[in-house]
């Protein structure tokens, strides 16, 4: 690891639809790139991280720091940003910190003391869902269906949908009319600020959380309970 005065941390998120890249120096934003179309993630994140990279007048050895959104989400979208953020910080010799996804769409948030439920549209009234308060996670993330997560919900105070809340506000205020909701994308400004001091991790075992299964590998499972479990290939 480098010894630096200021830390420049490059971080991103391709977790989902959205790309959000932001360099930072400390918890001070010099740059960021946000891309809310669909893409694909593994043609523009590199070009884009040049592109920001060059538009500061930096270097890629000037970095000291990868923060990546490592989970969960789109399963290309994390393979992407999981592989480019170990080949950065291996080639360049710097560190490397993974964040939850779901904190990436929390972290702008103005009232921090709320109880905020990011989530993810994980298809088939299915949700990926985190739990916030005052910046730290209160619960383990959870793939959840909409209406078992709102009836787990359905005692706590002060309670914020963040994130892919669109498709699901309808089942949501029938559950929880109490509930707010605010649209949000990924921050990855927030994620270098909140990785400032975290330890590092080892660049070799780095690996994405899926938290769920992919439909593939969960059908192959569900067809072969009694095969032998030495004969499955992630």
């Given at each position: 690891m480098k010894k630096v005065d200021k830390m420049k941390i490059l971080?991103?998120?391709?977790?989902?639809?959205?790309?959000?890249?932001?360099?930072?120096?400390?918890?001070?934003?010099?740059?960021?790139?946000?891309?809310?179309?669909?893409?694909?993630?593994?043609?523009?994140?590199?070009?884009?991280?040049?592109?920001?990279?060059?538009?500061?007048?930096?270097?890629?050895?000037?970095?000291?720091?990868?923060?990546?959104?490592?989970?969960?989400?789109?399963?290309?979208?994390?393979?992407?940003?999981?592989?480019?953020?170990?080949?950065?910080a291996y080639s360049l010799g710097i560190d490397l910190v993974g964040l939850s996804s779901l904190q990436s769409l929390a972290v702008s948030y103005k009232d921090q003391s709320a109880y905020l439920v990011p989530i993810m549209d994980a298809r088939r009234k299915n949700v990926y869902a985190g739990f916030y308060q005052e910046g730290q996670a209160v619960r383990d993330e959870e793939h959840i269906a909409i209406t078992e997560l709102c009836a787990k919900l359905s005692q706590t105070e002060n309670v914020v949908f963040l994130g892919e809340v669109d498709a699901f506000q309808e089942d949501i205020k029938a559950l929880l009319p109490n509930a707010k909701f605010q649209a949000s994308l990924p921050s990855a400004y927030g994620l270098g600020k909140l990785a400032v001091?975290?330890?590092?991790?080892?660049?070799?075992?780095?690996?994405?959380?899926?938290?769920?299964?992919?439909?593939?590998?969960?059908?192959?499972?569900?067809?072969?309970?009694?095969?032998?479990?030495?004969?499955?290939?992630k």
């Open positions: 971080a991103f998120d391709t977790s989902n639809k959205t790309l959000s890249l932001a360099i930072l120096e400390d918890d001070q934003l010099l740059g960021e790139v946000t891309l809310n179309i669909k893409k694909n993630h593994s043609i523009s994140l590199m070009p884009a991280i040049d592109f920001l990279v060059a538009s500061l007048d930096l270097k890629a050895s000037d970095l000291d720091r990868i923060v990546v959104a490592k989970g969960p989400g789109s399963y290309t979208g994390l393979r992407v940003a999981v592989a480019t953020a170990k080949m950065l001091h975290l330890q590092a991790e080892d660049v070799h075992a780095f690996e994405p959380n899926y938290l769920k299964k992919v439909e593939a590998e969960e059908n192959w499972l569900k067809n072969n309970q009694e095969a032998n479990s030495s004969d499955y290939i």
